[in-house]
């Protein structure tokens, strides 16, 4: 199923996972703090899956390892954003979650766009792209404005 509004696949109807758009005036962006804390407790979450198959010593061990950072890297962040309401784990912690900036949920699509492809591309510049929030006022990041996304406090 598409929904044009949450930028491509959206859950089923009446699911457990169906969102309902924010009306943006009533909400208030996330803090610059709370995203940098939210960013790096899913940093440690990754680490934690890896660390494991870091210290195994074969070459079963190093495509597995592979596999898995790619899964991480790839998938996590989507699927979590897309039926969680928004959150990672690490938002989740923090209180805050992902948001079409027209205040829809976010879909698959627009949270696999910002997650891989522009959060990697702005990783060449991760400095520039984790301080942006400080001096724009809706605290969007860089791959907020390219994927079209907002942070918000959820509390």
């Given at each position: 199923?598409?929904?044009?509004?949450?930028?491509?696949?959206?859950?089923?109807?009446?699911?457990?996972?169906?969102?309902?758009?924010?009306?943006?005036?009533?909400?208030s962006?996330?803090?610059?703090?709370?995203?940098?804390?939210?960013?790096?407790?899913d940093?440690?979450?990754g680490?934690?899956?890896?660390?494991?198959?870091?210290?195994?010593?074969?070459d079963?061990?190093?495509?597995?390892?592979?596999i898995?950072?790619?899964?991480?890297y790839?998938?996590?962040?989507?699927?979590?954003?897309?039926?969680?309401?928004g959150?990672?784990?690490?938002?989740?912690?923090?209180?805050?979650?992902?948001?079409?900036y027209?205040?829809?949920?976010?879909?698959?699509?627009?949270?696999?766009?910002?997650?891989?492809?522009?959060?990697?591309?702005?990783?060449?510049?991760?400095?520039?792209?984790?301080?942006?929030?400080?001096?724009?006022?809706?605290?969007?990041?860089?791959?907020?404005?390219?994927?079209?996304?907002?942070?918000?406090?959820?509390?």
């Amino acid at each position: 199923m598409t929904d044009q509004t949450s930028g491509g696949w959206a859950a089923p109807s009446g699911s457990a996972y169906e969102q309902e758009a924010v009306n943006r005036s009533s909400v208030s962006p996330a803090s610059w703090f709370s995203r940098v804390w939210a960013a790096l407790i899913d940093g440690l979450i990754g680490v934690a899956v890896y660390i494991p198959l870091a210290v195994l010593d074969s070459d079963s061990a190093s495509v597995l390892f592979g596999i898995s950072f790619l899964a991480y890297y790839v998938l996590y962040a989507p699927l979590m954003l897309t039926f969680n309401r928004g959150r990672t784990l690490g938002k989740m912690a923090l209180g805050i979650r992902v948001i079409n900036y027209d205040g829809d949920p976010i879909g698959f699509p627009r949270a696999l766009l910002r997650e891989v492809p522009v959060k990697w591309i702005l990783g060449i510049i991760p400095l520039i792209d984790s301080l942006w929030p400080l001096w724009q006022k809706e605290n969007r990041a860089l791959h907020d404005l390219v994927a079209g996304t907002w942070v918000i406090d959820d509390r």
